[in-house]
């Protein structure tokens, strides 16, 4: 059974740093991408940011120059390094494998999440 727990959000001021980790467990990590998604109440889940099992990445244009994310299959963890936070990038942030074709309404395997709140 997979598990996923997310770490690391918090109240950062617009302009401030965050970094995210997610340790997964009862899957072989290094075999899978994995991605870091956000949702906002009353909106719908998306995908902000995804790296190969290879390390190639993928982001949000909106995030794109602002996030990294990057793995240490060592420690079964992805990270997400999220700079300059704007308001609009509150929200929970959970992490999950990308399946490509599924919808994320399918996933059974969500953690947590942990919430970025970016305020003055």
């Known amino acids: 059974q997979v598990q996923l727990v997310e770490s690391g959000g918090g109240l950062v001021q617009p302009g401030g740093s965050l970094r995210l980790s997610c340790t997964a467990s009862?899957?072989?990590?290094?075999?899978?991408?994995m991605g870091w998604y956000r949702q906002v109440p009353g909106n719908q889940r998306e995908l902000v940011a995804a790296?190969?099992?290879?390390?190639?990445?993928n982001y949000k244009a909106s995030v794109r120059g602002r996030f990294t994310i990057s793995r240490d299959n060592a420690k079964n963890t992805v990270y997400l390094q999220m700079n300059s936070l704007k308001p609009e990038d509150t929200a929970v942030y959970y992490c999950?494998?990308?399946?490509?074709?599924?919808?994320?309404?399918?996933?059974?395997?969500w953690g947590q999440g942990t919430q970025v709140t970016v305020s003055s």
């Open positions: 999950n494998r990308p399946r490509i074709g599924v919808p994320l309404s399918e996933y059974n395997d």
């Open positions: 009862g899957i072989i990590f290094s075999d899978y991408a």
């Open positions: 790296i190969t099992s290879g390390g190639d990445t």
